[in-house]
């Protein structure tokens, strides 16, 4: 125990192609098998049965599951043209937190801050791309002036939606993916190594091994969830951004997707709480 530091969860010395711009470590390796997990997935899942089974019923039901419960409701009708941008952020994002549950490997890739910052950024570029194509320069005009707001106000507004919009939009999305999934694999790591310190300690610390080992059990579970989680969060809020591009800011989305979900759409009220931060 007294040589272990938690830091070698996350850092790892290079395998390939030391000291160039692709060096390769276990981290690199990991995002690798994660991508090929979830490409291996779909592959599998889209053999076009005409009745759907196995793995492809699983992945149908998945695709399903992002494009109405996430594209239409948050986006309308319109959500369908990025179902598959946001299917592949689901899903790629939950393979690499499974990674840290996965015996022997336990190291979600999420948890190191240049995976989460790439997903981040390539959201960024989609709902700015998509705002831009949509409305034009009125696009910037309605992020740094919303319409009904006093004029006054915009002096302290409109620096604030600046820096919410460009800058602590994929700021926010990177960091609670990362931290989350660090925090996770910290603790079930630490209670797993207590766990074993104490069974081999010759001291009386041994009567609380069983203590240290339910801990551990019950983070695991919880880390399983967290997991889903996690990679549903980030695409939900990826699905809200690309839909205030689109509908405007501040405006209600036409959402009409009664007919898809069975229900109403979720209160946007809710969603910008999440999106702040605040749900």
Request: with cysteine; proline share 6%.
């Amino acid at each position: 125990m007294e040589h272990f530091s938690v830091f070698h969860l996350f850092l790892w010395d290079p395998i390939l192609f030391e000291g160039t711009p692709y060096e390769v470590n276990r981290v690199v390796l990991l995002t690798f098998l994660a991508a090929a997990a979830c490409i291996t997935f779909f592959v599998l899942g889209g053999k076009g049965q005409l009745i759907p089974k196995g793995i492809q019923n699983v992945a149908e039901s998945a695709y399903l599951f992002v494009r109405d419960r996430i594209a239409i409701d948050i986006i309308g009708p319109e959500g369908v043209k990025y179902s598959d941008y946001l299917t592949t952020l689901f899903f790629f994002i939950l393979f690499c937190n499974v990674l840290e549950v996965l015996p022997g490997i336990h190291l979600p890739v999420t948890a190191r801050m240049a995976i989460p910052a790439f997903l981040a950024f390539m959201t960024y570029i989609i709902y700015n791309f998509v705002g831009f194509q949509k409305q034009g320069f009125r696009y910037l005009k309605n992020i740094l002036f919303p319409p009904g707001v006093p004029w006054p106000v915009y002096i302290i507004l409109t620096p604030i939606e600046f820096f919410s919009v460009f800058l602590i939009r994929p700021m926010t999305l990177a960091i609670r993916l990362m931290a989350n999934m660090m925090a996770g694999s910290v603790l079930l790591a630490l209670f797993f190594i207590f766990t074993d310190d104490l069974l081999t300690s010759k001291s009386v610390g041994i009567v609380l091994a069983p203590v240290t080992f339910l801990v551990a059990v019950g983070l695991f579970f919880f880390e399983m969830l967290v997991i889903f989680i996690q990679a549903y969060i980030f695409t939900l809020l990826s699905a809200f951004y690309i839909a205030e591009s689109l509908h405007g800011h501040g405006d209600e989305p036409h959402l009409d997707t009664a007919h898809v979900t069975g229900g109403s759409e979720p209160p946007r009220h809710q969603l910008e709480g999440i999106a702040e931060g605040t749900v």
